[in-house]
């Protein structure tokens, strides 16, 4: 089964809108660099941005052009870029679930912003596990 540059390009397009989400409800939010957990997150969700953004170049020429640019290596570029960002977004979101319960915090705004963005994490990581699997199943196409 081939997977069409329009749906990898629709998957993470999804990805780069909700990681965008993130970014913006993580800058509205104060004393975000005091606990260790969010900066890591903060960490994930860069490396997520910046993969995610070339993916989408990579696409978008893939779709107009109707070939990739690297043949054979970017292939598996994307199989494993894919991978390791999808699994550090999905580290990134379960050490925010992890922390908020245990932080003894009396402003509560912080708490319910730590829950909306590791939730919105969580939604980017999933359109980023799929764009990992539709890589995989090109990965697979080519072999």
């Not at 969010?38 to 969700?45: D, E, G, H, K």
Request: hydrophobic share 55%.
């Amino acid at each position: 089964m081939e997977i069409t540059p329009l749906l990898k390009l629709i998957a993470r397009v999804l990805t780069f809108v909700f990681l965008l989400v993130y970014l913006i409800v993580l800058a509205t939010t104060q004393n975000i660099n005091r606990i260790l957990a969010y900066r890591y997150m903060l960490f994930t969700i860069v490396i997520g941005f910046v993969h995610t953004i070339l993916q989408i170049a990579f696409t978008i020429f893939h779709l107009v052009s109707g070939q990739n640019i690297g043949g054979r290596f970017w292939v598996h570029f994307e199989f494993y870029g894919d991978k390791v960002a999808s699994h550090l977004l999905a580290t990134g979101t379960a050490a925010s679930f992890g922390i908020s319960p245990v932080i003894n915090s009396e402003d509560q705004t912080f708490l319910k912003k730590g829950y909306v963005v590791a939730s919105i994490l969580l939604i980017a990581f999933l359109f980023s596990a799929i764009s990992s699997i539709f890589s995989s199943l090109s990965l697979h196409n080519r072999s």
